[in-house]
DNA sequence: TTGTCGGCTGTATAAAAACACAGTCTTTTC
DNA sequence: GAAAAGACTGTGTTTTTATACAGCCGACAA
């Protein structure tokens, strides 16, 4: 990582400030804090640490700075030989048209163990809704999903019809796919393949829920 | 602090967020978070919940936002900065008598990336049976638990009477506990803490499933 | 019945914040 | 010895963001 002795003050500002006050700085504040007299000095700070790996920033996001584990203090050895994948995408919002894992969408990264699913999941989807209750998926939960553009009846799919995305239970009958809640409170949905444009994203492999226990 | 439900969802929104993306939310943010039409629902939201206590607002300041320690489930707070163990307990079989983290009945060590769940939980269990059904609990599923000998109403605690370690919504009033099922076809348990011993465990802070969405 | 609270819609607007462009002056590094 | 990186100054412009004002509706308490 490397960084220079500015740098690593800037940073260590950035992290004292987040918890101190619960929310990194803005470009202002780095330039009050430090004394600078323009607001270049703390965006070019920003881009270096970016760049080095230190943290992350948000495009058009106000105090969008994500301070790096790895730039953490207790930071295990120097990474540079290890290859570590950097985590699991968490997939926000998916914009119309765009590809699930669009840069542009991905909220967050986690880094999992591995071994902990089957067959080890592509990127996270937050849940909103009820309609898996019945199969255990609660709104809020991530749903660690698989890509594969195949499904087999009875399997779990994140489905995209359209501008929506939607998880569902898969079931087909030649040219009529079923999308079927885990809730009678939902309709199934269907579609006609020859006639409306139905994309299979990927298959649910797992779930992650943090919390939440509040509902029965 | 008594917040209602709604605030309650609010408020775990807003931790999720910094967890997730390192700042706090905006009011726009929650706005499409929760689809609202108007950014004075959030507004609203968040006034509420400073006023009880729950967070702090900066005046003036983008996501101003700061959760108060109150407010955090456990307290345990620094989450964030705790040295990285290597990895999470799964505890498996465990035995009469024997203290949960006993060597012997840990099972596996799993690495998860320490913001995934609040707060930072010590082990992980494997769920048995479906008495938590509702909760979206089911065999097989891996819950998180944070260990901790005290409990609140509502919570979902591990709890061990005698032998026997289980999972279940925790209720007390007075002397009188009540472990109840999330699930019609389990009878909820009495425990009269005067006459019975009953060690809280660990709550659960979350859950951790592996494929496993065959039933509906 | 008249509040007050909770949970919202809808419209504005001023301030906060990100960020681009154009430079200057060192210090490294090839 | 030239290019690149580092550490800034100075001046905008465009988005984001906070937040005020004016309501509506249902529940619940005095």
Same mark, same amino acid.
Request: charged share 15%; aromatic share 4%.
């Given at each position: 990582m490397d960084l220079t002795p500015r740098q690593a003050e800037i940073l260590d500002f950035i992290v004292r400030h987040l918890a101190e006050r619960g929310a990194p700085p803005t470009r202002a504040e780095i330039v009050t804090a430090f004394g600078f007299r323009s607001p270049t000095a703390a965006e070019d700070h920003l881009r270096a640490l970016a760049r080095k790996g230190a943290i992350e920033l948000r495009a /058009? =996001?106000? #105090? /969008?700075?994500r301070v790096l584990d790895a730039a953490l *203090? /207790? @930071? @295990? /050895?120097? @990474? @540079?030989?290890e290859p570590i994948p950097d985590g699991i995408p968490l997939v926000g919002r998916v914009a119309a048209g $765009? *590809? $699930? !894992?669009a840069t542009e969408s991905v909220e967050a990264h986690y880094k999992l163990d #591995? =071994? !902990?699913?089957h067959p080890a999941p592509d990127f996270l989807l937050r849940v909103q809704g009820w309609s898996m209750r019945d199969a255990g998926i609660l709104p809020g939960d991530l749903l660690a999903v698989k890509r594969t553009p195949i499904a087999e009846n009875g399997q779990i799919v994140v489905a995209r019809i359209g501008d929506e995305v939607t998880v569902k239970r898969f079931e087909r009958r030649g040219a009529i796919v079923r999308l079927l809640a885990a809730n009678p409170d939902f309709a199934p949905m269907r579609i006609d393949l020859e006639r409306e444009e139905l994309v299979i994203e990927g298959r649910a492999v797992g779930l992650i829920r943090d919390g939440g226990f509040s509902l029965a």
């Open positions: /058009g =996001t106000s #105090r /969008g700075i *203090p /207790g @930071a @295990a /050895g120097e @990474a @540079a030989n $765009m *590809p $699930m !894992l #591995r =071994t !902990l699913f």
